[in-house]
């Protein structure tokens, strides 16, 4: 089984600052990664993934994030927020190849003037 | 053009009713699912059909039937309405043999009283 830990539960930013959103996350098995971004009263959009290939992935929206496979890591950073960013971020992982994802319990940035 | 719908998107109803969501989508995916989000926004997979066969379904009471009568609509039935049904369930789909990237609908807000 997967699951997924987000470090922080909310996470205040000035406007303009940089954001980094932690994820760790455990599996047996290879796996791929996400990030969804759920503004208010939203549905979820997805961000970026990882599936194979350079750990650094760029997503939409300024966001990239690092796979850290020895770490079990995949931090989310965005060097400079707006406040439209203001949202709830979910860290995904799915095994490699299967379609069951699984959420951690999701990181609020508020973005402040 | 929607990618993926949901309807209704609020639904008020009592204690022991039975009640429907619908899901639409018009991407082509091949593979739908619904997820609850609880009052803490804890994301949790119930259902996934691929090509209208079941294919994930976790431990959910049996009062919630999901039906596929085709690919692009998956709804969701709920017999006997408990209070703690009340969350935002949302409707997703994919297509399993490109990204496992899943699209979101705008989700079906529950209250049960």
């Known amino acids: 089984a997967q699951s997924v830990t987000q470090l922080d539960s909310q996470v205040p930013v000035f406007e303009e600052a940089p954001v980094e959103l932690r994820c760790n996350y455990s599996?047996?098995?290879?796996?791929?990664l996400f990030w969804y971004v759920q503004y208010p009263n939203q549905g979820l959009q997805l961000l970026l993934k990882?599936?194979?290939?350079?750990?650094l992935v760029k997503g939409i929206n300024g966001f990239e994030a690092e796979f850290n496979k020895s770490q079990t890591s995949f931090h989310l950073r965005k060097p400079s927020v707006h406040i439209s960013d203001t949202a709830e971020y979910f860290c995904?992982?799915?095994?490699?190849?299967?379609?069951?994802?699984?959420f951690g319990a999701g990181t609020t940035v508020t973005v402040r003037a | 053009d929607t990618a993926v719908s949901q309807t209704p998107k609020y639904l008020v109803t009592q204690m022991g009713n039975d009640k429907s969501i619908k899901c639409e989508q018009n991407?082509?995916?091949?593979?739908m699912y619904w997820y609850k989000q609880d009052s803490k926004k804890f994301l949790k997979i119930m259902f996934s059909?691929?090509?209208?066969?079941?294919?994930i379904n976790e431990t959910v009471p049996n009062r919630f039937s999901p039906k596929s009568p085709d690919k692009a609509h998956l709804n969701l039935h709920i017999n006997s309405l408990e209070l703690g049904d009340s969350a935002v369930y949302f409707c997703?789909?994919?297509?399993?043999?490109?990204?496992?990237?899943?699209?979101f609908g705008p989700g079906t807000r529950l209250t049960v009283t």
């Open positions: 997703a789909s994919s297509q399993t043999s490109l990204s496992y990237e899943q699209y």
């Open positions: 599996s047996s098995v290879s796996v791929y």
């Open positions: 990882y599936l194979s290939g350079s750990t």
């Open positions: 995904a992982v799915t095994p490699a190849n299967d379609y069951k994802l699984s």
């Open positions: 991407l082509g995916h091949d593979t």
């Open positions: 059909y691929n090509n209208k066969e079941l294919i």
